[in-house]
Every structure is written in structure tokens, then in C-alpha cells.
């Protein structure tokens, strides 16, 4: 195996609905991108925290140090303060733009030798669990081999993408959060997800996009993963 650095991604996988409309379009190379308000809504309104997220889209830090605070030029008194946060998020036109589709990424580091067999590698349980923790309802679960030209076309298309940042809410440098990819950002929570995502700004402009790159090389894993 030549991707030997630790944060090289060797394959993607993707749980898709099992309908044959949706794994038709997946073995064919086309992708839906998801708005992200769909996932405000699937915790907000329907108490899904495993695919959705009450805080996509937005940076959510609990502020829990303050030394001193003044409002309206009042001095407060922190210790009266029993909770403070602060919310960077997207504008709701930009909101409204933005599709996601999202992929389970196995990085080099997720690999280890098999015991009985140095040169086959297999993926380490801790992630096979989390692998197993990230199914939401009937799906089916395909590999993606062809990273690099998955990548390639998304830049033809100007879409963007890139491994999700993971932070802890309450002790995160938010100087070190990029305002224009806000996008990126998840709490901790959602870690055990892996998700490498891309990001479509103009789902206006309609929401499916076809991936030469993926076409022919799409696998079903056949193995049943175990249910909790």
C-alpha cells in the first residue's frame, strides 16, 4: 500500500437509502446535495440527532472563563452569569444556496496490519464501530475508490470540500474558526462520523450532480454490520 501518510484517505464510504431510484443514481455517479437547513430540521423538529444537527452550519461556543463583562457599558459581574455562549452562522440566503453530501472517510490512520497477514491491512474496530453507529434507518453501504478523481471533478465543478472540523464547544480558539466555512465545523459529538464533505453553493441551480469519476467504480460491501 503507497498511502503510508497517517492522514491520507485510502476509500470513502456512503450509506444510501435503500430504494433503487437512490442506488441506481449512486452506481451511476450522481449525487444529491442535501440543503442544510434539512438537517436543523431532523434534530429540531423530529429529535434525529444522528443525521441531523440543531447547529449545521454554525460554530456554537460555550464561553465558561470570563474574567470580566461589560454590557451597554455596564460592568457585570461574571459570577452572576450562569451561562453565556456565542453562535457564529452562515446568513440565511447563503444557507438557503448551500447543499451538502457527505462521505464516511477511512484515512491511512484508520488501518491496521493483520496479524496473521502484514501485507493485508484491515480497518481498525474503533472505526468499524463508529461505522456502525453512523447507520440511520434502511441503507445500504457502497465504497468509493476513486478519491482522487471524485476530488478532481468536484474542483472542476467549483465545489468545495475537505475533512469536517470536529471542536469542543467549550474549549476551542475561535480566532482559529474560518468565518467563510462554517460549513466545516461540528461538535465533537458527531467525531465517531469521519464525514469528508462537499459542499454545493448554488443548489438553486438544482441540487443533482453527475461524477464521471464514479461511474464503474462504486462497490456494495456485502457484510452485514452488526445492529445495536
Not at 434534530?43 to 470570563?66: A, P, Q, R, V
Not at 474574567?67 to 452572576?80: F, Q
Not at 468509493?144 to 478523481?149: L, M, Q
Not at 465545489?159 to 465545523?185: C, Q, R, W
Request: proline residues 2%; positive net charge.
Amino acid at each position: 500500500m503507497t498511502k503510508n501518510r497517517p492522514d491520507a484517505i485510502v476509500f470513502l464510504l456512503k450509506y444510501v437509502k435503500n430504494k433503487s431510484k437512490y442506488i441506481k443514481d449512486f452506481k451511476n455517479g450522481n449525487l444529491y446535495f442535501t440543503k442544510l437547513q434539512y438537517f436543523n430540521d431532523l434534530e429540531n423538529k423530529e429529535n434525529n440527532d444522528k443525521t441531523g444537527d440543531k447547529n449545521e452550519s454554525k460554530f456554537h461556543w460555550e464561553i465558561n472563563d470570563l474574567k470580566s463583562l461589560t454590557i451597554a457599558g455596564h460592568k457585570v459581574n461574571p459570577e452572576d452569569i450562569t451561562k453565556i455562549s456565542l453562535d457564529l452562522e452562515m446568513n440565511s440566503i447563503d444557507k438557503d444556496n448551500c447543499g451538502i453530501c457527505s462521505f464516511f472517510a477511512v484515512y491511512f490512520r484508520d488501518l491496521e496490519k493483520d496479524k496473521d497477514n502484514e501485507n493485508v491491512y484491515r480497518i481498525k474496530p474503533k472505526v468499524k464501530e463508529d461505522l456502525q453507529k453512523l447507520k440511520d434507518g434502511d441503507r445500504k453501504l457502497f465504497v468509493v475508490k476513486n478519491v482522487k478523481g471524485l476530488i478532481r471533478e468536484s474542483n472542476e465543478y467549483q465545489i468545495e470540500h475537505g475533512s469536517v472540523i470536529y471542536y469542543d464547544p467549550n474549549n476551542y480558539e475561535i480566532n482559529k474558526v474560518s468565518t467563510n466555512h462554517l460549513m466545516f465545523y461540528k461538535a465533537n459529538k458527531y467525531k465517531y462520523q469521519h464525514e469528508y464533505r462537499f459542499v454545493k453553493k448554488d443548489i438553486g441551480k438544482g441540487n443533482l450532480v453527475h461524477f464521471n469519476s464514479l461511474e464503474k467504480d462504486i462497490l456494495e460491501i456485502k457484510f452485514k454490520i452488526k445492529e445495536n
